[in-house]
């Protein structure tokens, strides 16, 4: 067996075995093994898969369900927040060379929830690190009663209390909250 890093970019769904039978999937995959592309979160818990791929008229069916637990940066205080994702998926990938440019052009309006693969199959990877991103929450809060920072003196005013004057309602306006979430999406 190799490193959990290669068994991730291994996993390739290959037209040609999917028509021969169906691939069951149960994986797990360690934090830092998924390249999700973002700095916005982090994964903190395994990301525990299980799916079934299967060949329908020349498409790539891929059912099933993931679930982990991410680390997230509240919206308002900046500290961290775990988020529970889960999600159900039944997704249909169509060949990309099979499609007319009418057909192309159509897609693009309908905004349909279409999706492609180019040449011999795809890296369940992929699949994976969109459905993870459609899970994720418009905005983390760590509660709901977050009182965020001072925009003034940039203090957590959920710990503290400042002598700062006014607290405006939306911390992203303060200037020193920005620079903090700056540096964090660096690090
Ligand atoms: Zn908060
Ligand atoms: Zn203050």
């Known amino acids: 067996m190799g490193s959990p890093a290669q068994a991730i970019h291994t996993m390739f769904l290959d037209v040609k075995d999917l028509a021969v039978r169906k691939i069951r999937i149960r994986k797990s995959y360690a934090p830092g093994t998924v390249d999700y592309r973002t700095a916005d979160f982090r994964q903190a818990e395994p990301l525990e898969v299980r799916a079934v791929a ?20 509240c919206a308002r205080c900046l500290e961290t927040v775990h988020e529970d994702i889960a999600r159900e998926f039944d997704l249909f990938y169509k060949p990309v060379a099979y499609m007319s440019k009418e057909e192309e052009d159509r897609l693009k309006l309908d905004d349909t929830e279409i999706a492609f693969f180019e040449g011999q199959g795809m890296f369940l990877a992929d699949v994976l690190v969109e459905q993870v991103l459609l899970a994720l929450p418009m905005k983390a809060i760590c509660r709901s009663d977050c009182r965020g920072l001072c925009p003034q003196c940039g203090v957590n005013l959920n710990n503290d209390e400042c002598r700062c004057e006014s607290h405006a309602a939306d911390p992203r306006s303060a200037p020193l909250a920005r620079l903090k979430q700056d540096w964090f999406k660096k690090q």
């Open 54 to 73: 299967e060949l329908i008229e020349g498409q790539i069916r891929v059912t099933g369900d993931l679930h982990t637990r991410l680390e997230m940066v």
